[in-house]
């Protein structure tokens, strides 16, 4: 039972241009969710998160938007620039399971 | 200064072996967890520690045991390791339990475990 998901597998954009990554969830008790970036052989490092009471929650060139009603965020990387081409994972965390339960992950490249 | 390190980087290993994967965070975070990614790149919680004690214990068979000798040490153990165990393998801390306020967790580069 995959509570959060991740369709889209993979994304190109160009550099400078938006980079707009999806997730969709299907618990309506997650109070906090969160977004993680991966280079490879690495370990995911946080990048920006939200409170289920907000709507969107903006960090310099990263911006999470949050649609309760339809279950759904995104990130967007604005401008994108090479060094953001990584593996994004989306999660979803409830105050009371003190765990986070992960999406599969979305490949961004942003090519030069 | 890696402030969440984990040995060794790779792991291959026969079936029915017993191994184990070190970790260890300098960040003075009172919480640790084990998370498998599984060939589907999906990251599962296994278990999590706040201050040694044992807080998550997902649905991990028995062979999976972790080790928290201190706050700043959460080792795993697994017995007779079978072709499905092989993953990748991520360590990770936090200072509050993960729920409290959306609290950051900060992963290990990862072991990637194979069994042959």
């Known amino acids: 039972d995959q509570q959060v998901k991740q369709n889209s597998p993979s994304l190109s954009v160009q550099e400078g241009r938006i980079s707009i990554l999806n997730c969709d969830y299907t618990n309506s008790m997650f109070d906090y969710f969160l977004w993680y970036k991966k280079y490879p052989a690495e370990g995911p490092t946080f990048l920006i998160s939200i409170s289920s009471i907000k709507d969107k929650n903006e960090d310099g060139r990263f911006t999470v938007f949050l649609n309760k009603s339809a279950k759904h965020l995104s990130l967007h990387i604005v401008p994108s620039q090479p060094g953001d081409s990584a593996v994004y994972f989306c999660a979803g965390v409830m105050d009371s399971s003190y765990k986070l339960i992960f999406g599969s992950g979305t490949r961004l490249l942003v090519r030069p | 200064d890696t402030a969440v390190s984990q040995t060794p980087k790779y792991l291959v290993t026969q079936m029915g072996n017993d191994k184990s994967i070190k970790c260890e965070q300098n960040?003075?975070?009172?919480?640790m967890y084990w998370y498998k990614q599984d060939s589907k790149k999906f990251l599962k919680i296994m278990f999590s520690y706040n201050n040694k004690e044992l807080i998550i214990n997902e649905t991990v068979p028995n062979r999976f045991s972790p080790k928290s000798p201190d706050k700043a040490h959460l080792n795993l153990h697994i017995n007779s390791l079978e072709l499905g165990d092989s993953a990748v393998y991520f360590c990770?801390?936090?200072?509050?339990?993960?729920?409290?306020?959306?609290?950051?967790?900060?992963f290990g580069p990862g072991t990637r475990l194979t069994v042959l």
């Open positions: 960040l003075g975070h009172d919480t």
């Open positions: 990770a801390s936090s200072q509050e339990l993960a729920g409290k306020w959306g609290d950051t967790q900060y």
